[in-house]
């Protein structure tokens, strides 16, 4: 089974969808309907073929001169040495643009804390299963005499929400994919992070809905709102990921505020950072972020792991 590589694959991030509405309407769970892909040196030469195929003299002359080209007398005798040298012109600029799309993804990588650009640019993932073992033992059996905030019921959860425009069906498309680029589409799909309870898993989409059935109106929307009924305008459902479930409400507000940490308020669409409990509170931010990011990862194996499903307004409603 072949991979692709890093350097050839486009990668998109859930705010460049906000100006995009995607025309075909996949279903979570099925092969998505896209033509297989060559490789990026195949697919620039049939480029390059069909911008040169049936080419008049005048044209061709055309084409050299929008490459900064200056040609001589173009006719039998001279023209196959001037297509190939539009060939190899326009093959150049080819390599110049995917050069460039990948320099604007680096650039977007730099927005999220240095410690996820780190990860995401070399997925040299930090080691934090100890820290991850102390956050869960200090709340496994909170102190009974201590106030913890909402009490210490364990039917919280963390949840991620994801752009399937950008994910693609990402469950079924990492049999095909190397591990680093399945971690770089997970991250650029999340637009939102949370902290959720049991009694109402989708609380989180009963706002939006209602503004989606016309039963609330606002002349300003928060972010959140705003992409869901965005990614349900398009034809699609969101993804809510629920992941670290059955614990105390303080161990999933910690959860949350790592993860955000790890990505910044700038990549999402969370108004606010935060708030940490127990031993975690008192770490340096570095460390808090690297956890941050080791608790991405493994929601990133969960999410693989249980397939992607999508909520539109129909499954939600109350």
């Known amino acids: 089974m072949s991979t692709t590589s890093s350097e050839d694959t486009i990668l998109y991030d859930w705010r460049s969808m906000?100006?995009?509405?995607?025309?075909?309407?996949?279903?979570?769970?099925?092969?998505?309907?896209?033509?297989?892909?060559?490789e990026t040196s195949d697919a620039d030469e049939d480029s390059v073929l069909s911008e040169t195929k049936g080419l008049t003299d005048k044209e061709l002359r055309l084409k050299l001169m929008e490459l900064g080209e200056c040609p001589g007398p173009i006719n039998s005798r001279t023209r196959a040495t001037y297509l190939r040298r539009l060939c190899c012109l326009l093959q150049e600029s080819n390599k110049i643009a995917h050069h460039q799309k990948q320099l604007d993804k680096t650039q977007t990588d730099l927005q999220y804390s240095p410690e996820l650009c780190r990860a995401l640019q070399t997925f040299k993932l930090p080691e934090c299963q100890a820290d991850e073992q102390a956050l869960c033992q200090q709340f496994d059996q909170p102190d009974q005499n201590r106030k913890w905030r909402e009490g210490i019921i364990k039917s919280s959860f963390n949840y991620l929400l994801l752009d399937p425009r950008v994910t693609?069906?990402?469950?079924?498309?990492?049999?095909?994919?190397?591990?680093?680029?399945?971690?770089?589409?997970?991250?650029?799909?999340?637009?939102?992070?949370?902290?959720?309870?049991?009694?109402?898993?989708?609380?989180?989409?009963?706002?939006?809905?209602?503004?989606?059935?016309?039963?609330?109106?606002?002349?300003?929307?928060?972010?959140?709102v705003q992409h869901i009924l965005q990614v349900w305008k398009a034809g699609q459902g969101v993804i809510s990921l629920h992941c670290f479930q059955n614990v105390i409400p303080v161990e999933a507000y910690t959860r949350e505020a790592c993860m955000v940490e790890a990505m910044g308020l700038k990549m999402l669409t969370n108004q606010k950072r935060g708030d940490f409990y127990g031993v975690v509170s008192n770490w340096q931010v570095k460390r808090k972020r690297e956890l941050g990011v080791h608790?991405?990862?493994?929601?990133?194996?969960?999410f693989l792991a249980e397939g992607e499903r999508q909520l539109r307004p129909l499954d939600i409603r109350q």
Do not use: W
């Open 18 to 38: 906000h100006s995009e509405m995607m025309s075909s309407k996949g279903k979570e769970n099925h092969k998505p309907q896209t033509v297989p892909q060559k």
């Open 168 to 224: 693609k069906n990402l469950p079924f498309r990492s049999h095909t994919m190397i591990p680093h680029e399945c971690f770089q589409t997970f991250i650029h799909a999340i637009f939102y992070v949370g902290k959720g309870k049991r009694s109402r898993p989708y609380s989180h989409l009963y706002e939006a809905l209602e503004y989606y059935k016309g039963d609330k109106t606002s002349k300003k929307l928060c972010p959140k």
């Open 295 to 302: 608790l991405l990862y493994r929601a990133m194996q969960i």
